[in-house]
């Protein structure tokens, strides 16, 4: 279903999406962009699985913390991207133990 995008609504979407301009280089290499979005996929579903108290939520958390590890590692390899290492290692932690 496609539905008629207001130009507020697309304006909005360019600065929801304009981070991506910021960064070049391996910020946005294709196997990196993918990784630092799967692993705000991954966070988004286990605190939604959390929120509404799915005893699943061990499963998604276990893979989120696998995730974050790897994309905190990535982002240091990378380097210039601190914030995000630290995000993602404090999540990492927080998942692993709600995991266990």
Same mark, same amino acid.
């Given at each position: ?14 600065? $929801? ?10 910020? &946005?290499?294709? %196997?990196?962009?993918?990784?630092i979005s799967?692993?705000?996929? &991954?966070c %988004? ?23 974050? @590890?790897? $994309?905190?590692?990535? $982002?240091?390899? &990378? ?7 630290? @995000? $993602? ?12």
């Open positions: 279903m496609h539905h008629r995008q207001s130009p507020e609504m697309k304006a909005c979407i360019a600065e $929801c999406l304009s981070w991506n301009q910021e960064l070049g280089g391996e910020h &946005i290499e294709p %196997r990196h962009f993918r990784l799967a692993c705000a996929e &991954i %988004r579903a286990a605190a939604h699985f959390m929120l509404i108290g799915s005893e699943y939520h061990k499963h998604v958390c276990r893979e989120c913390a696998e995730i974050c @590890t790897e $994309c905190a590692a990535d $982002c240091q390899r &990378i380097g210039d991207m601190q914030s995000c290492v630290d @995000t $993602c290692r404090r999540c990492a932690e927080s998942c692993g133990k709600m995991a266990a």
